[in-house]
């Protein structure tokens, strides 16, 4: 599948069969987080493949709207190294798309569930505080993400998009007025 088509065919899937992803595709899904590109080229996203069934029911109270990793059959949580780069967030941001779409072009769903809130403060402490005490992460790391993946249980209906001209402008910024 190209990489178009992944997009197109790209949806938030939180529900999930019981069916293991083979250790190769595993392989190849890593791949794709490890070759996202970085801000300077600097390594300062890292990634916790997780298959275990256990943990990933205990990930799934990080926050109430991860409830789903519970039925995911492998999740990736990506973690952001502030002190390596100021763009950790960014490139932590862009591996789990890269993920996203490679697990599509793959016929696997994901959903992203966000541990790191950028408005909340201490809502952010207090869910990557939960991740980082399961999964021993150290203290300076900051917990971006967590992707659940699995084989896809439904198949969603296509996309509803907004119109292209909402928020594509050419050569020039122009408002759009029929909002």
């Known amino acids: 599948m190209d990489v178009l088509t992944a997009i197109n065919k790209r949806r938030e899937i939180t529900r999930f069969k019981n069916t293991p992803i083979p250790q190769d595709l595993l392989e190849k899904l890593t791949q794709a987080l490890y070759l996202s590109p970085t801000g300077n080229n600097l390594p300062s996203r890292e990634f916790v493949l997780l298959t275990n069934k256990d943990t990933l029911t205990q990930l799934s109270t990080a926050t109430p709207y991860v409830k789903w990793l519970e039925q995911a059959t492998a999740a990736v949580v990506i973690i952001g190294n502030p002190d390596v780069s100021k763009y950790w967030l960014q490139d932590a941001s862009i591996a789990g798309g890269y993920l996203w779409l490679a697990s599509v072009s ?7 569930g966000a541990i790191y809130h ?4 201490e809502e952010s402490i207090k869910r990557e505080d939960y991740v980082r005490h399961l999964l021993e992460i150290p203290e ?4 971006v993400a967590i992707i659940g993946l699995g084989y896809p249980d439904i198949d969603p ?3 509803e998009m907004y119109l292209v001209d909402s928020v594509l402008h050419l050569e020039k910024y122009i408002a759009n007025t029929t909002n």
Not at 106 to 112: C, K, V
Not at 140 to 143: E, F, T, Y
């Open 118 to 121: 950028s408005e909340d403060h």
């Open 157 to 159: 209906a296509p996309k």
């Open 106 to 112: 793959s016929d696997l769903g994901a959903a992203w």
């Open 140 to 143: 300076h790391l900051r917990v």
